[in-house]
């Protein structure tokens, strides 16, 4: 493969940054796929205090989004909802849907996005916190959407005796929605 042979950013051509962009875009896009389903199964590991660990709380998720015959967007929504808590415990849900947004409808990217305010529902008055804090999203087109997503594929999803499927079911799917077009325009990267 073609180097370019500066040293210093300032010095690089317009052919530079076309051959940086597209191996660039080619190596990230390619290995996308594999990239989340690393990312996925660091959520294996301990429990933290619940009955399945946060792998197969999201297997589980999105097994019963599967069952549900929710769109292949939705059931890898409900799959890498929670992948975000690998590298940003604090902004989980804004995290994954970031990563999901070019590749999923926009249903799907705002319930992750929204999701951990959402879930807070079941739990937030048990810390202080306001249980009802999704009201403020009350008028979004989304926000029934958001309740059900919670209510059948987030907030029961804990359950050590479910038959959840093995990611194996979920990959082709995956791949799938990961291989299409972005639907939004793409940031532009340092060798746009």
Partial sequence: MRTVTWTRM??????????LNAAS???????????????????RGPLLGYQVDRYEHSLQSATRALRADESIDLVVGALLHDVGD??????????????LAPFVDESTEW??????????YYYFHHHGG???????????????ACVAFCAEYDQNCFDPAYDT????EFEPMLRE????SPRIERVPTAVD
């Fill in 111 to 120: 319930i992750v996005r929204h999701h951990g305010v959402f879930q807070g």
């Fill in 177 to 180: 929605v990961f291989d299409r």
């Fill in 86 to 99: 690998v590298f940003a415990p604090v902004n989980h849900s804004e995290a994954a849907a970031v990563i």
């Fill in 10 to 19: 300032e010095e690089g051509t317009k052919d530079d940054y076309a051959m």
């Fill in 25 to 43: 875009w080619e190596h990230t896009q390619g290995e996308l796929a594999n990239n989340l389903l690393d990312m996925l199964s660091k959520l």
């Fill in 165 to 168: 499927l093995p990611v194996e």
């Fill in 130 to 144: 306001d249980r009802n804090a999704r009201e403020r999203y009350a008028t979004s087109p989304h926000y029934d």
